[in-house]
């Protein structure tokens, strides 16, 4: 196994992490309100998909070409493999690839002009022009999901512009994250349980269900993670939160590279931009009740 040293990039003078961390937590919303908009639906099916979980899977690992379950799996990380075979590879008998990112770019842009309503014009530019730029220093390498995206064209309308690049920047990291779960022993399971139980992210139920793993599953990925150590009836011991800091901070730490790009003054500006943006989202919205506590696993 690799050294925490060996993956992580030494930051540049005067770079602060947690202004990039509180940065990439700011437009996140902008990308995954997506995922329960019922643009999505109405897009993807108008394509050929079936509404539900297969638009899901065949939206997001479209870029990446006519991959099977297991590449999905591999690079989604936290969802039941089983849930994963049952919409791939048949979403793509259904409906090609390139047609499923292009009508995921046009429920994008359908949902956030619904969600952001009067949100001036020159906000959405100007932010997209800030993330745009940050996007040119990423690179693809270890990162599969951010390297699929990155092969899509650039729309050219403000609104799907802006989500591309919120994309992009989101995906690189969470590429990223994968590999901080990897360097500090945690399962896709594992990993999902751990982070629900700090309160953030899914709630354990939405969790079980969007995720596809059943309730005896998670009593064994528990168990096995009790068993380490890192929870016990109160849910994480102090060991597991250690682990769990450590995996965040390492996630940071890899996920520099755009804001160092945009340096600390226009790193704020994308914060200033975006936080109402995202506000806006959630005041209208964007998330269903009962299924978020907060934070992404």
Same mark, same amino acid.
Do not use: K
């Given at each position: 196994?690799?050294?925490?040293?060996?993956?992580?990039?030494?930051?540049? !003078?005067?770079?602060?992490?947690?202004?990039? *961390?509180?940065?990439?937590?700011?437009? =996140?919303?902008?990308? *995954?309100?997506?995922?329960?908009?019922?643009?999505?639906?109405?897009?993807?099916?108008?394509?050929?998909?079936? !509404?539900?979980?297969?638009?899901?899977?065949?939206?997001?690992?479209? &870029?990446?070409?006519?991959?099977?379950?297991?590449?999905?799996?591999?690079?989604?990380?936290?969802?039941? &493999?089983?849930?994963?075979?049952?919409?791939?590879?048949?979403?793509?008998?259904?409906?090609? !690839?390139?047609?499923?990112?292009?009508?995921?770019?046009? *429920?994008?842009?359908?949902?956030?002009?619904?969600?952001?309503?009067?949100?001036?014009?020159?906000?959405?530019? =100007?932010?997209?022009?800030?993330?745009?730029?940050?996007?040119?220093?990423?690179?693809?390498?270890?990162?599969?999901?951010?390297?699929?995206?990155?092969?899509?064209?650039?729309?050219?309308?403000?609104?799907?512009?802006?989500?591309?690049?919120?994309?992009?920047?989101?995906?690189?990291?969470?590429?990223?994250?994968?590999?901080?779960?990897?360097?500090?022993?945690?399962?896709?399971?594992?990993?999902?349980?751990?982070?629900?139980?700090?309160?953030?992210?899914?709630?354990?139920?939405?969790?079980?269900?969007?995720?596809?793993?059943?309730?005896?599953?998670?009593?064994?990925?528990?168990?096995?993670?009790?068993?380490?150590?890192?929870?016990?009836?109160?849910?994480?011991?102090?060991?597991?939160?250690?682990?769990?800091?450590?995996?965040?901070?390492?996630?940071?730490?890899? *996920?520099?590279? &755009?804001?160092?790009?945009?340096?600390?003054?226009?790193? =704020?500006?994308?914060? =200033?931009?975006?936080?109402?943006?995202?506000?806006?989202?959630?005041?209208?919205?964007?998330?269903?009740?009962?299924?978020?506590?907060?934070?992404?696993?």
């Amino acid at each position: 196994m690799v050294s925490v040293d060996q993956l992580t990039p030494a930051a540049p !003078p005067g770079v602060d992490s947690r202004l990039a *961390s509180r940065a990439h937590r700011t437009i =996140e919303p902008l990308h *995954s309100h997506t995922y329960f908009a019922p643009e999505l639906d109405e897009h993807l099916t108008a394509a050929g998909l079936r !509404p539900g979980r297969m638009t899901y899977f065949a939206g997001r690992a479209a &870029p990446m070409g006519a991959v099977g379950p297991g590449v999905v799996t591999a690079t989604f990380y936290n969802f039941h &493999p089983g849930l994963v075979a049952r919409h791939v590879p048949r979403c793509w008998t259904l409906a090609t !690839p390139a047609a499923v990112a292009a009508a995921r770019f046009d *429920s994008a842009r359908a949902s956030l002009t619904r969600l952001l309503g009067d949100t001036a014009t020159d906000d959405v530019v =100007e932010l997209g022009d800030l993330l745009a730029q940050a996007c040119t220093v990423l690179a693809p390498e270890a990162r599969p999901l951010y390297a699929g995206h990155a092969d899509l064209d650039w729309p050219d309308d403000p609104v799907t512009r802006l989500w591309h690049a919120v994309t992009l920047v989101r995906e690189h990291r969470g590429d990223g994250h994968l590999m901080a779960l990897q360097q500090h022993g945690l399962s896709g399971l594992e990993a999902l349980i751990t982070h629900t139980a700090t309160g953030r992210g899914f709630t354990v139920q939405a969790a079980q269900q969007t995720r596809g793993w059943s309730e005896q599953e998670w009593a064994e990925g528990w168990q096995r993670l009790a068993d380490r150590g890192l929870v016990d009836d109160a849910g994480l011991t102090d060991e597991g939160e250690a682990q769990r800091r450590a995996v965040e901070d390492l996630t940071d730490e890899l *996920s520099l590279a &755009p804001f160092t790009h945009l340096g600390t003054e226009r790193t =704020e500006r994308v914060v =200033e931009l975006a936080r109402p943006m995202a506000r806006t989202l959630v005041g209208n919205g964007a998330y269903p009740a009962g299924v978020l506590a907060g934070g992404r696993s």
